[in-house]
């Protein structure tokens, strides 16, 4: 039954009638929350849910992902029993198949991650495919993979049923209600407007899907979202479909099928996408399609008629048009915006929502009540974009490509060729002339690796080892015997000032904060359960001035969370100061004797010790010198004003013309920190993960006085002897054999783990790799030392070994004598 009036208060406001926002409502519900509200200004499931193709596959490239779909399947299967509303749930299992042998590698590196992640999954031939989709064509398939857990749902009926369950729990559903804005004051929330009334509240959770944009705008939040046509048919009947026809994926065709009423539904992502309605949604635009493309939908169609000969025959019933929501990575935008406390949003779904709505939901809707993410939800959560995503021309041109990236070939180190060359360091045209090869993270233009005189100027994608193995490979052997400068500008560089920023920063670090001004310190900020919420270094440049050093990924979440961590009467300010400063990296044993040509500092380690920074003249400038490393060598962090880093750069490549200094880029970064068993945040390092398991008990101070976030958590495991997840480190002992991260890990051929990060190390001369390993009965060094390791390169089993410390240069940077 459908209320008519809405309250004149409630606990939370959900906007949208979507799969998603009744998804939130119905896990509010169950979480006990009586007084939610959900308004939808049509009918529910009228905007795009209605017209999905209702697709549920469970396996995505983050095990946190899989892991709410996989709730998802459990919940859509289960739902009807609670409510008496069938969710339309069908368990037909999912078949993709391979053109290439590439593709093939990628469904081996699919099946073996699945595995690891607890997915049940079959590498199977073309022939046996065939047998489970009997009228498909398979000259041209390599094979394919089957995946019985997987299935489709009816989007209409899943919604309503969801909507259901809630009011079942007491969730009031409003539908023919637009909201008209939100009332803010002080910065707090106080009310929603809509055409019917004004309803306050503290909390508004924002699932408007391609409406959301637009509605987090009036309040100053940005929803970095951008509409895309995205199209399907639906066939006649065909002879050999039945009911019970596995879900067919065909990447390399770009498209999907699924049986429906003995036809076929056929649609897919076609590599250069069509986005919509850059002006705004029309007005009314409810259970709206938009006009039949045949154009654009021609390459799916001849792809189709490839993988199934009689399709060229069949006739179309019912063409489908309906815009999605697309976000500038194709992952979904879940959790607190960090514009606006109690705004929260889950939208932007990129053709997952059915998906991904039981999980999603139930995920934001315990963000919700407990204020804080239970799990890692860093790959969705909507503090990894900043202003410049919500830019309506660059999402325009992003979004094109995101919608092809579903079934793109999902190759090492892709890199996103749209919305480029935004965020550029000042360096940028002069390592280009020098034959830089870019890459792009947080909108920067980032160097991958110098071109130089060996290997391809082009980025080749394989696999294999790459043309730039060896352009890599100089520039790490640099660092290693001679010196390197990396341009580290993208570095974000958040300023913690006040009389208070020391005790702020030493509730928010695991590691002791009040050092003597100069000291640098490596450190986390963890989550209540004592998980990495980022890892970074923070410089006292003063006693009440902090700068902290972070990832380029980061600013956005670490400003959020110290803003948010600081109490209202704290003296404290946090500022970003990204774009103020260049950071160039000097490393490698002769970066002192580089340094000393420029500068009349004393460089020698009594007098700047590993772990100390000093303002320094360095020829005509002024800049910062942090002696940390990310390699494992020698060197100086040099952060520097942004007008004068192209001057200290060209003094740099002159002082370092006879000491054998070269530019290196950030995949030799990557090998030299991984060869050194250095752990990186959002690979290694994540909010499941703590630093006992991490490896980096050394950067926290269970001692200090002070009781900073996740020491209790800390506490209560109280360093355990027997850590059940550990990360360890390994070397392939086949030098040719290439790692690249999400490989299974396995020990005495028993799946145990996985690649978290994996790189060349030129320097122990096979890949190495970082892996979260895990065992209930404690990852114990005995346990560690006892086993044989395999790594998975595609179904391809490369003996390797494990190690408790990093096998390479057992001499730290620490000690580096003085010259
Ligand atoms: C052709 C096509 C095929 C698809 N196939 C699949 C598939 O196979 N599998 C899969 O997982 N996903 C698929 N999807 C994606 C899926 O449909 C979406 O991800 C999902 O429906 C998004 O749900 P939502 O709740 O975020 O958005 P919506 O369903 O659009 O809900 C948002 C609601 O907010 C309401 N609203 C907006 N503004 C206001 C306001 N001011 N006041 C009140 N209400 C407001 C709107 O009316 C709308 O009903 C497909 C999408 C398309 C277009």
């Given at each position: 039954?459908?209320?008519?009036?809405?309250?004149?208060?409630a606990?939370?406001?959900?906007?949208?009638?979507?799969?998603?926002?009744?998804s939130?409502a119905?896990?509010?519900?169950?979480?006990?929350?009586?007084?939610?509200?959900?308004?939808?200004?049509?009918q529910?499931?009228?905007?795009?849910?209605?017209?999905?193709?209702?697709?549920?596959?469970?396996?995505r490239?983050?095990?946190?992902?899989?892991?709410?779909i996989?709730y998802?399947?459990?919940?859509?299967?289960d739902?009807?029993?609670?409510?008496?509303?069938?969710?339309?749930?069908?368990?037909?299992?999912?078949?993709?198949?391979?053109?290439?042998?590439?593709?093939?590698?990628?469904?081996?590196?699919m099946?073996?991650?699945?595995?690891?992640?607890?997915?049940?999954?079959?590498?199977?031939?073309?022939?046996?495919?065939?047998?489970?989709?009997?009228?498909?064509?398979?000259?041209?398939?390599?094979?394919?993979?089957?995946?019985?857990?997987?299935g489709?749902?009816?989007p209409?009926?899943?919604?309503?049923?969801?909507?259901?369950?809630?009011?079942?729990?007491?969730?009031?559903?409003?539908?023919?209600?637009?909201?008209?804005?939100?009332?803010?004051?002080n910065?707090?929330?106080?009310?929603?407007?809509?055409?019917?009334?004004?309803?306050?509240?503290e909390?508004?959770v924002?699932?408007?899907?391609?409406?959301?944009?637009?509605?987090?705008?009036?309040?100053?939040?940005?929803?970095?979202?951008h509409?895309?046509?995205?199209?399907?048919?639906?066939?006649?009947?065909?002879?050999?479909?039945?009911?019970?026809?596995?879900?067919?994926?065909?990447?390399?065709?770009?498209?999907?099928?699924?049986?429906?009423?003995?036809?076929?539904?056929?649609?897919?992502?076609?590599?250069?996408?069509?986005?919509?309605?850059?002006d705004?949604?029309?007005?009314?635009?409810e259970?709206t399609?938009?006009?039949?493309?045949?154009?654009?939908f021609?390459?799916?169609?001849?792809?189709?008629?490839?993988?199934?000969?009689?399709?060229?025959?069949?006739?179309?019933?019912?063409?489908?048009?309906g815009?999605?929501?697309?976000?500038?990575?194709?992952?979904?935008?879940?959790?607190?915006?960090?514009?606006?406390?109690?705004?929260?949003?889950g939208?932007?779904?990129?053709?997952?929502?059915?998906?991904?709505?039981?999980?999603?939901?139930?995920?934001?809707?315990?963000?919700?009540?407990?204020g804080?993410?239970?799990?890692?939800?860093?790959?969705?959560?909507?503090?990894?974009?900043?202003?410049?995503?919500?830019?309506p021309?660059?999402?325009?041109?992003?979004?094109?490509?995101?919608?092809?990236?579903?079934?793109?070939?999902?190759?090492?180190?892709?890199?996103?060729?749209?919305?480029?060359?935004?965020?550029?360091?000042?360096?940028?045209?002069?390592?280009?002339?020098?034959?830089a090869?870019?890459?792009?993270?947080?909108?920067?233009?980032?160097?991958?690796?110098?071109a130089?005189?060996?290997?391809?100027?082009?980025?080749?994608?394989?696999?294999?080892?790459?043309?730039?193995?060896?352009?890599?490979?100089?520039?790490?052997?640099?660092?290693?015997?001679?010196?390197?400068?990396?341009?580290?500008?993208?570095?974000?560089?958040?300023?913690?000032?006040?009389?208070?920023?020391?005790?702020?920063?030493?509730?928010?670090c695991?590691?002791g904060?009040d050092?003597?001004?100069?000291?640098?310190?490596?450190?986390?900020?963890?989550?209540?359960?004592?998980?990495y919420?980022?890892?970074?270094?923070?410089?006292?440049?003063?006693?009440?001035?902090f700068?902290?050093?972070t990832?380029?990924?980061q600013?956005?979440?670490?400003?959020?969370?110290?803003?948010?961590h600081?109490?209202?009467?704290?003296?404290?300010t946090?500022?970003?100061?990204?774009?103020a400063?260049?950071?160039?990296a000097?490393?490698?044993?002769?970066?002192?004797?580089?340094?000393?040509?420029?500068?009349?500092?004393?460089?020698?380690?009594?007098?700047?010790?590993?772990?100390?920074?000093?303002?320094?003249?360095?020829?005509?400038?002024n800049?910062?010198?942090?002696?940390?490393?990310?390699?494992?060598?020698?060197?100086?962090?040099?952060?520097?004003?942004?007008?004068?880093?192209?001057?200290?750069?060209e003094?740099?490549?002159?002082?370092?013309?006879?000491?054998?200094?070269?530019?290196?880029g950030?995949?030799?970064?990557?090998?030299?920190?991984?060869?050194?068993?250095?752990?990186?945040?959002?690979?290694?390092?994540?909010?499941?993960?703590?630093?006992?398991?991490?490896?980096l008990?050394?950067?926290?101070d269970?001692?200090?006085?002070?009781?900073?976030?996740?020491r209790?958590?800390?506490?209560?495991?109280?360093r355990?002897?027997?850590?059940?997840?550990?990360?360890?480190?390994?070397?392939l002992?086949?030098?040719?054999?290439?790692?690249?991260?999400?490989?299974?890990?396995?020990?005495?051929?028993?799946?145990?783990?996985?690649?978290?990060?994996?790189?060349?190390?030129?320097?122990l001369?096979g890949?190495?790799?970082?892996?979260?390993?895990?065992q209930?009965?404690?990852?114990?060094?005995?346990?560690?030392?006892?086993?044989?390791?395999?790594?998975?390169?595609?179904?391809?089993?490369v003996?390797?070994?494990?190690?408790k410390?990093?096998?390479?240069?057992?001499?730290s940077?620490?000690?580096?004598?003085?010259?």
């Amino acid at each position: 039954m459908t209320q008519s009036t809405i309250p004149a208060h409630a606990r939370a406001v959900i906007i949208g009638g979507g799969v998603i926002g009744c998804s939130v409502a119905y896990h509010l519900a169950k979480l006990g929350w009586r007084d939610v509200v959900l308004l939808e200004q049509g009918q529910l499931s009228c905007g795009t849910t209605w017209h999905a193709a209702g697709l549920v596959g469970q396996l995505r490239s983050q095990v946190s992902m899989t892991g709410l779909i996989r709730y998802s399947t459990e919940l859509y299967a289960d739902l009807e029993t609670e409510t008496g509303l069938a969710t339309g749930w069908q368990n037909c299992g999912s078949l993709a198949v391979a053109r290439t042998d590439d593709r093939m590698t990628v469904l081996r590196r699919m099946a073996a991650s699945a595995r690891a992640h607890g997915v049940e999954v079959e590498v199977i031939t073309a022939a046996e495919a065939g047998d489970k989709w009997p009228i498909m064509a398979l000259d041209d398939l390599k094979g394919g993979l089957w995946l019985p857990g997987d299935g489709k749902a009816n989007p209409t009926d899943l919604t309503q049923s969801l909507a259901k369950g809630a009011r079942n729990c007491g969730a009031g559903i409003f539908e023919r209600t637009k909201v008209t804005g939100i009332v803010v004051e002080n910065r707090r929330i106080k009310a929603v407007t809509t055409d019917a009334g004004t309803i306050n509240t503290e909390i508004i959770v924002n699932c408007a899907g391609q409406w959301a944009r637009a509605l987090g705008l009036r309040n100053g939040v940005n929803i970095p979202l951008h509409s895309a046509e995205h199209m399907y048919v639906v066939t006649e009947k065909i002879e050999g479909v039945q009911p019970d026809l596995p879900v067919l994926r065909d990447p390399d065709g770009y498209i999907y099928f699924k049986e429906e009423v003995g036809g076929l539904v056929m649609g897919g992502f076609e590599p250069d996408a069509k986005p919509w309605a850059r002006d705004g949604i029309p007005e009314d635009f409810e259970f709206t399609l938009l006009p039949d493309d045949w154009e654009q939908f021609e390459i799916l169609m001849q792809n189709a008629i490839i993988r199934v000969p009689q399709l060229a025959d069949s006739g179309v019933r019912k063409f489908y048009n309906g815009p999605e929501s697309f976000t500038p990575d194709n992952n979904f935008l879940l959790g607190e915006a960090p514009e606006l406390k109690n705004y929260f949003v889950g939208a932007g779904f990129n053709s997952m929502g059915i998906a991904s709505a039981g999980g999603a939901g139930k995920a934001l809707a315990e963000w919700i009540v407990t204020g804080a993410p239970t799990l890692d939800l860093w790959p969705v959560d909507i503090r990894r974009f900043a202003g410049f995503n919500n830019n309506p021309n660059w999402l325009h041109d992003r979004v094109k490509e995101t919608l092809g990236l579903h079934y793109a070939m999902p190759w090492p180190n892709r890199e996103l060729e749209t919305a480029r060359a935004l965020r550029r360091s000042p360096l940028y045209d002069r390592l280009a002339q020098k034959g830089a090869r870019f890459g792009s993270k947080m909108g920067w233009e980032r160097v991958n690796w110098f071109a130089g005189q060996c290997g391809s100027a082009e980025m080749s994608y394989t696999f294999q080892r790459p043309d730039w193995h060896e352009a890599v490979g100089r520039e790490h052997r640099a660092a290693r015997e001679t010196a390197a400068l990396f341009d580290q500008t993208s570095f974000g560089k958040l300023l913690v000032q006040g009389k208070d920023a020391c005790a702020v920063l030493d509730r928010l670090c695991a590691g002791g904060m009040d050092v003597p001004v100069g000291r640098s310190v490596y450190t986390g900020m963890l989550n209540e359960r004592g998980g990495y919420e980022s890892d970074l270094t923070v410089l006292r440049l003063a006693e009440d001035r902090f700068l902290v050093i972070t990832g380029s990924a980061q600013p956005v979440h670490d400003l959020d969370w110290i803003n948010r961590h600081t109490p209202e009467d704290a003296h404290a300010t946090v500022t970003d100061m990204t774009s103020a400063w260049s950071v160039l990296a000097v490393m490698g044993p002769n970066s002192r004797r580089i340094l000393k040509k420029l500068t009349g500092a004393n460089l020698s380690n009594a007098a700047f010790p590993f772990a100390s920074v000093r303002e320094i003249d360095l020829g005509y400038a002024n800049v910062f010198a942090n002696r940390m490393s990310y390699v494992g060598e020698l060197g100086w962090e040099l952060i520097v004003p942004t007008e004068m880093t192209v001057g200290v750069y060209e003094d740099l490549m002159r002082a370092g013309a006879d000491e054998g200094l070269v530019d290196a880029g950030y995949y030799a970064l990557e090998g030299l920190r991984i060869e050194k068993g250095y752990r990186a945040w959002g690979r290694e390092l994540g909010p499941d993960l703590n630093p006992f398991e991490a490896g980096l008990s050394f950067a926290v101070d269970m001692n200090k006085p002070v009781r900073f976030i996740g020491r209790a958590a800390l506490s209560e495991m109280g360093r355990p002897r027997f850590l059940k997840r550990r990360i360890v480190q390994f070397l392939l002992t086949d030098p040719q054999a290439m790692a690249w991260g999400g490989e299974a890990v396995l020990r005495n051929g028993v799946e145990i783990g996985e690649v978290r990060s994996a790189a060349y190390g030129h320097t122990l001369g096979g890949s190495v790799a970082l892996a979260l390993i895990e065992q209930e009965t404690g990852v114990t060094d005995e346990f560690l030392v006892d086993g044989t390791y395999e790594i998975d390169l595609a179904g391809a089993r490369v003996p390797a070994i494990a190690h408790k410390r990093t096998p390479y240069d057992p001499k730290s940077e620490r000690v580096k004598q003085d010259d």
